[in-house]
């Protein structure tokens, strides 16, 4: 995403070391180690990546700005990061344990974030489970909401029911947990 180019150092700077990396390592947890899983729009790898690789699992990071890859690839030198969109995942089918995506779908608006979910789930072996946070609101249209960060303008969008999106791709929603003011989780798994 363009605009991550824009805002990398302060991104990085405001992003805080510790939101969702709870979430990340319950996700980790369930899953035998060194397991292999994709962080979807990975940013610059701290602290969800970093939280990941340090729980013993093999981390690949998938995102689509080259800024953020940049500072991914100086905080995390050994471990595999692609440039990448996540509507269009580069990887082999059946092929990883786990995903996890936090702070990206609310960038996208409904189509995409369905093509999203199709392109996740293509990657996902049977059983495995795919974490997402997504807009904490679920009534608004497709018109979404314009917020600004950092004098960049990016459209949030919110989905009326992910349990019925997420269905159409063998994704069953299993759980939906709000941090208020920060992000909802929405954990799913792999269906067939
Ligand atoms: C709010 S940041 C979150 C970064 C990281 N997951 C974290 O926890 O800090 C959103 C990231 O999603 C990436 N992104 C947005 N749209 C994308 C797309 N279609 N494909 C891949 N990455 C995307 C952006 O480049 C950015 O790095």
């Known amino acids: 995403m363009r ?11 405001d ?24 962080d979807v729009g990975c940013g610059n790898g701290v602290p969800i990546t970093e939280a990941l690789v340090n729980a013993g699992h093999r981390v690949i990071g998938l995102d689509s700005s080259a800024g953020m890859i940049a500072r991914f690839r100086a905080n995390l030198p050994g471990t595999p990061v692609v440039r990448g969109d996540a509507r269009a995942s580069p990887f082999a089918d059946n092929s990883f344990d786990a995903a996890i995506s ?3 779908m609310f960038h996208l608006p409904r189509r995409d974030q369905a ?3 199709a392109s996740v789930s293509r990657v996902l ?6 974490l ?6 679920d009534s608004a249209d497709d018109a979404g909401i314009t917020g600004t960060m950092n004098g960049v303008t990016f459209h949030y969008y919110a ?23 920060v992000s909802t989780y929405y954990l799913t798994r792999k269906s067939s």
Do not use: C
Request: cysteine-free.
């Open 115 to 117: 093509s999203v979910f």
């Open 132 to 137: 997402f946070t997504a807009a904490e609101i």
């Open 3 to 13: 605009e991550y180019d824009l805002i990398a150092d302060w991104y990085a700077n």
């Open 102 to 104: 936090w702070g990206m």
């Open 125 to 130: 072996k049977q059983g495995a489970p795919f």
């Open 159 to 181: 989905v009326a029911s992910y349990r019925t999106l997420t269905m159409e791709f063998d994704l069953t929603l299993i759980d939906i947990h709000d941090d208020p003011g």
């Open 15 to 38: 992003r805080g070391g510790s939101v969702g990396v709870a979430e990340a390592l319950a996700v980790a947890a369930m899953l035998p180690a060194h397991s292999r899983i994709l």
